[in-house]
């Protein structure tokens, strides 16, 4: 006996049926046209089809346009300005400019000679570290710490006519931080370093040049900042040399310091240029500030960092 057909079959075979009744009269009426309407027919079927893209291209570059007018929010420019941001052009900085600890240097009335050692019984990583550094900035002399204090070092340095000293501290067998003291009257800063990478971790990196870099400072907006450029620029002597096309970098990022070394190279057709990493790579954070030279004891202090007062929210800096 043959099967019973249910009422969803008899549904099915109803819908095809409709389907292949339907699909018959439209060929039907396709060849009862003209030749010429099923041209014009399809000419404008086209036509719309290319002015349906065309309006679609023309209103994503319109929102491009307006995307790009629309500046992105970031913690960089919502910044809350305070009190201490500076004016370059305001009379009172430029008197402090004239006046302050750095005049001498940026009055070309001395040239930049530094003296770098280490703390006390250093490993050999620190070693590596102030070994590249001296190669980044001219004018370098290494000594041995040995057991000499902080203070003592200072005073030698001044007999000797040093303009900085830099003495890279270690916790742990690893570099920890880096004390620069302008010298002969200060100030003294203490940076924490929160990262390090050595040159030889840079993938491709570039041969070192004896040439003088030319240095850039980013960012440093306000008195505290104002100062601690002045600190960095200090320890480099004023006139570069553009043919060895050195670049030394203080980058200031949300307080956080960020040193590089590049070299930039001109391509072949001469009207670009690419930068070449010859490292190493810093991240430093401000800690403290102090007047006059290296004194933890009895030395005043300008600034010390403390977050919950100094950064009460996101959007506030120091530099």
Avoid at 20 to 43: A, D, E, V
Avoid at 94 to 100: G, N, P, R, S, Y
Avoid at 152 to 168: L, M, P, S, W
Wanted: aromatic residues 10%.
């Amino acid at each position: 006996m043959g099967k019973m057909l249910g009422p969803k079959t008899k549904r099915k075979n109803k819908v095809g049926v409709v389907s292949l009744i339907f699909s018959f009269f439209i060929k039907i009426t396709i060849l009862k046209m003209p030749r010429g309407n099923l041209i014009k027919k399809f000419q404008n079927q086209k036509e719309v089809k290319e002015k349906n893209k065309a309006k679609k291209i023309k209103k994503e570059e319109n929102d491009g346009e307006d995307r790009a007018k629309v500046v992105t929010r970031t913690i960089e420019n919502t910044r809350e300005l305070c009190e201490t941001m500076i004016n370059l052009e305001d009379d009172e900085i430029i008197h402090d400019q004239a006046h302050d600890e750095f005049a001498p240097y940026f009055g070309r009335q001395t040239t930049p000679k530094i003296l770098m050692t280490t703390s006390m019984h250093a490993k050999t990583v620190t070693f590596d570290l102030m070994r590249e550094l001296e190669m980044v900035i001219p004018n370098v002399e290494v000594h041995s710490r040995k057991l000499v204090p902080i203070k003592r070092i200072v005073e030698q340095a001044i007999e000797n006519e040093f303009t900085d000293i830099i003495v890279i501290q270690e916790d742990r067998k690893k570099p920890s931080g880096m004390i620069f003291c302008h010298l002969p009257d200060g100030p003294t800063a203490y940076f924490k370093i929160n990262s390090m990478t050595p040159s030889k971790k840079i993938k491709h990196v570039g041969q070192k040049t004896d040439h003088y870099p030319e240095l850039i400072l980013n960012n440093f907006d306000t008195r505290l900042g104002f100062t601690i450029g002045r600190l960095f620029a200090s320890i480099f002597p004023q006139d570069p040399e553009y043919k060895g096309r050195r670049v030394v970098t203080f980058h200031n990022q949300r307080d956080y310091i960020f040193f590089r070394h590049h070299r930039y190279e001109f391509k072949r057709d001469g009207t670009r240029a690419a930068l070449h990493e010859l490292g190493p790579r810093l991240t430093l954070r401000l800690k403290w500030l102090q007047k006059g030279t290296f004194d933890t004891i009895e030395g005043e202090y300008e600034w010390v960092y403390k977050r919950r007062i100094q950064q009460p929210n996101r959007r506030t800096f120091v530099l």
